[in-house]
């Protein structure tokens, strides 16, 4: 299955700041896909990827916010924008491994805290 | 997206004891995906069902998927302290999977 690296792993942000998160993907993938969890919480999907076309988004989510890029077939990166303490989270970028029947695989995820 | 409850929310299990951790859709699945994530880790798939009624195992884990496929269970006989972590299951529409609420396992020694 595909192995991906996420950074940073963690950062500490000012309020009304922006940080942009990173996931590498160690082949090419058609999609990507970006989770938030909340603490204690379960995942919520954020927004699907593709390359060479605007992000999909959930609903209460919007590009503004949550601006994704998605160069290509193995890169993406989120942007948690203009942030604020109900940002903290951990945000995780996944992809499928259908094909190969190993579901989809995480990245390690970046734990965000706002202050 | 979809909305899937999973039961119980959390559970406490004595070393050796049986867990089971269940799945329920309002809707009929065209599959479903389980998966286990560690205290401080990322999720990490388990396993996919997709028939009726199908059941799999993997060592002490048993999944299965309803008969009408509108929910699973995940059993695992005997735990044990490396099964701590929290059990979720995911649905899929389209492309994009949905996470169920989770099920939080203590194993207790």
């Known amino acids: 299955s595909a192995v991906i690296s996420q950074k940073p792993s963690r950062d500490i942000c000012q309020r009304g700041t922006s940080l942009t998160i990173q996931c590498q993907v160690d082949s090419q993938v058609t999609m990507m896909f970006w989770y938030r969890q909340q603490p204690g919480q379960s995942l919520t999907l954020i927004a699907t990827a593709n390359q060479g076309s605007e992000a999909t988004y959930e609903s209460g989510f919007v590009i503004d916010k949550f601006p994704i890029s998605r160069p290509n077939l193995t890169f993406s990166t989120l942007t948690v924008s203009n942030m604020s303490p109900e940002d903290s989270s951990i945000y995780l970028c996944s992809v499928d491994n259908w094909g190969e029947g190993y579901g989809y695989t995480f990245g390690s995820g970046t734990r965000l805290t706002v202050v | 997206g979809q909305q899937v409850m999973q039961i119980p929310q959390y559970q406490h299990v004595q070393e050796g004891e049986d867990f089971t951790t269940y799945c329920n859709s309002s809707?009929?699945?065209?599959?479903i995906q389980w998966y286990k994530q560690r205290p401080g880790g990322h999720p990490v798939f388990l396993i996919q069902?997709?028939?009726?009624?199908e059941v799999k195992k993997q060592k002490r884990l048993t999944f299965q998927f309803g008969e009408a496929k509108k929910n699973s269970s995940l059993h695992i006989t005997a735990t044990q302290t490396t099964d701590v972590g929290t059990y979720f299951c995911a649905v899929s529409t389209g492309n994009q999977f949905y996470f169920g609420t989770g099920t939080s396992l203590t194993v207790i020694p």
């Open positions: 069902l997709v028939k009726s009624g």
């Open positions: 809707t009929t699945l065209s599959n």
